[in-house]
């Protein structure tokens, strides 16, 4: 049985590459794996067969025989503990790596969720105007920090890994602000994840679906 996945049938960020099926696509095409994907609607999302493999009614789930997985740090996690290319074979060097990826979501990834909401979901709200500093302020101490970890690095730790493919993708959200051009070194950085020729596989894999919805 091939591994398979579930993407939107119709993608709300318009193609960019943003939306977190991106993840697990970059991750099997690094580790060379072939999988099938199962475009699933906004109102499917919330009926009881996708609700079975993601309680909280979201996208991407991944299947592979009898395993079924949601999150995009668990799902991802576990095709690079499964497949070579992704995690280093020394034990603290793959420790390190993990670590990266719970960065990504836990550190970086709430307060540029958060700056996207404020600006989409309650751009309209009278509190926002005043509010948008504030959350902009924690994006960016956010990413002073990391900015002097990666230094002139080319990745987190060594060769590239699971948690640079968190990061990067992470990070790209914030293109669209300005906020990330602030950062030369971190915007260099997504630019050489996006140049990998399993990032660009994905990515048109993802294009592909806006493509033929626009067509239909």
């Avoid at 318009?14 to 609607?41: F, H, I, K, N, T």
């Avoid at 009926?47 to 999150?71: K, M, N, S, V």
């Avoid at 603290?92 to 307060?111: D, G, H, K, L, Q």
């Amino acid at each position: 049985m091939a591994i398979t996945i579930t993407a939107f049938q119709t993608s709300p960020d318009g193609g960019r590459g943003l939306a977190r099926d991106m993840r697990v696509r970059w991750a099997l095409e690094e580790v060379g794996q072939p999988y099938a994907v199962r475009l699933v609607s906004f109102r499917a999302m919330k009926e009881p067969a996708h609700l079975a493999l993601h309680p909280f009614g979201q996208i991407p789930t991944y299947e592979d025989d009898d395993l079924a997985l949601f999150e995009t740090g668990s799902i991802v996690l576990h095709i690079a503990e499964q497949h070579a290319g992704l995690l280093p074979g020394d034990a603290n060097a793959r420790a390190r790596a993990i670590t990266w990826m719970f960065v990504a979501v836990s550190t970086i990834e709430p307060p540029i969720l958060e700056l996207a909401n404020a600006k989409l979901l309650e751009g309209d709200k009278p509190w926002t105007r005043e509010r948008l500093p504030v959350v902009e302020a924690r994006v960016r101490d956010g990413l002073k920090q990391l900015a002097v970890r990666l230094g002139s690095a080319d990745w987190l730790d060594g060769a590239f890994s699971a948690g640079d493919l968190m990061m990067v993708h992470v990070l790209q959200r914030l293109k669209p602000s300005g906020i990330l051009d602030e950062f030369q070194n971190l915007a260099a950085y997504v630019a050489r994840g996006e140049a990998r020729p399993a990032y660009i596989r994905a990515f048109a894999a993802q294009r592909a679906v806006l493509t033929a919805a626009s067509a239909g």
